[in-house]
């Protein structure tokens, strides 16, 4: 049987740097800052969706509307339309039917 032996400090050292850096020396580190662009970009839209779907005069009556359909909580649809919160696929698979719909509803109407 094999054993291989302990590594010392140096070398420890230098194999955590491996793990961190990429073969250029680049670090390899998720940027925390860019997910926060993406995720405030994603919740923009799906805002955007939201009064798609449901118009409305305020964010009030916009949940007010959505909640019940929703199955949500007013407050919940007010934490997505302010970008607070991110939805469930499932709620954001269910307003881009909405929206959707209306969208081809006022297309046959002639309203769109």
């Known amino acids: 049987m094999l054993y291989a032996a302990p590594l010392s400090g140096r070398e420890i050292a230098s194999s955590s740097k491996t793990l961190s850096k990429g073969e250029d ?12 662009v993406h995720a405030r970009a994603s919740r923009k839209r799906f805002a ?27 407050r919940q649809v007010r934490n997505w339309l302010q970008c607070e919160n991110d939805a469930a696929l499932r709620h954001v698979f269910a307003v881009m039917t909405i929206a959707c719909g209306e969208e081809i509803f006022s297309i046959i109407e002639g309203r769109g």
Request: aromatic fraction near 6%.
């Open 25 to 36: 020396g680049v670090n390899m580190r998720k940027n925390l800052a860019q997910s926060d």
């Open 48 to 74: 955007g969706l939201l009064w798609r779907a449901f118009p409305a005069s305020s964010e009030r009556d916009l949940a007010a509307k959505a909640a019940p359909v929703l199955g949500v909580s007013e």
